[in-house]
Each structure stands twice: as structure tokens, then as C-alpha cells.
């Protein structure tokens, strides 16, 4: 059984980086053909899908965050960290760490969003990262 634990700041002020790391268990992040997501969602909102690692390392970013967002891993703690920079009260959301295939999400104008959970076999339980001076 393949767990996921996201972890970091619950607080982050404004023009700071948000941090955040997603611990695995029960499976190894360079599983082929894996690819683990970090996903948020707003209050009132769907679920968006800022970017992904993949079982061979190559990271995957929204267009809409591409700029402000940084994806890595450590394979030897098999955790994989999210970066967002320039936080503003709008990055106020609950954050997912997940895990599919690379098919679960799509990509318009304004953003890449889940396309359907079904399509994520584990997911964190989330974590509340709220923005505020």
C-alpha cells in the first residue's frame, strides 16, 4: 500500500517561497512509469494541477506557474518538494501530493486542472497552506 504525507509551513507570508514536501511510503518514487503531482485546490475552487515529477526525474510544470514553481526529489529519502514562489493570498489553498500516470490532468488557457480523481491511484491527505501577512 503505497502512502502519501505532505509536510511544511501551514503559514507563508506574502512575496515569500512555499515549501512543501510529499514523503512516500510503501513504494519508490522512481517506479517506472510513475509520475507524482503536487495539486491544490482553493476555497470555492476545483482542483488545479500545478506540475509533476516523474519516475525518471523529468518535472512537468503548468504554464499558468511554470515561472514561480519548482519540482525535486531525493530519491534516497523518497520524498519529492514543491517550491512556489512570490506567494500572494490567492496561493491559499489545501495541497496535494498524488500519484498517476501522467494522464490525469489538462492543460487550458488558464490553467491545468484534474481531469478526473479516478485517474490518481494515492493521494495525500492534504495540508492547509494559508498566505497572510
Known amino acids: 500500500q503505497v502512502q502519501l504525507q505532505e509536510s511544511g509551513p501551514g503559514l507563508v507570508k506574502p512575496s515569500q517561497t512555499l515549501s512543501l514536501t510529499c514523503t512516500v511510503s510503501g513504494g519508490s518514487i522512481t517506479t517506472n512509469y510513475y509520475y507524482w503531482s503536487w495539486i491544490r485546490q482553493a476555497p470555492g475552487k476545483g482542483l488545479e494541477w500545478m506540475g509533476a515529477?516523474?519516475?525518471?526525474?523529468?518535472?512537468y510544470y503548468s504554464p499558468s506557474l511554470k515561472s514561480r514553481t519548482s519540482i525535486s526529489r531525493d530519491t534516497s529519502k523518497n520524498q519529492f518538494t514543491l517550491q512556489l514562489s512570490s506567494v500572494t493570498p490567492e496561493d491559499t489553498a489545501v495541497y496535494y501530493c498524488a500519484r498517476d500516470d501522467h494522464s490525469g490532468h489538462y492543460c487550458s488557457g488558464s490553467g491545468c486542472y484534474v481531469s478526473a480523481l479516478r485517474l490518481y491511484d494515492y493521494w495525500g491527505q492534504g495540508t492547509q497552506v494559508t498566505v497572510s501577512s
Open positions: 515529477i516523474a519516475y525518471s526525474g523529468s518535472t
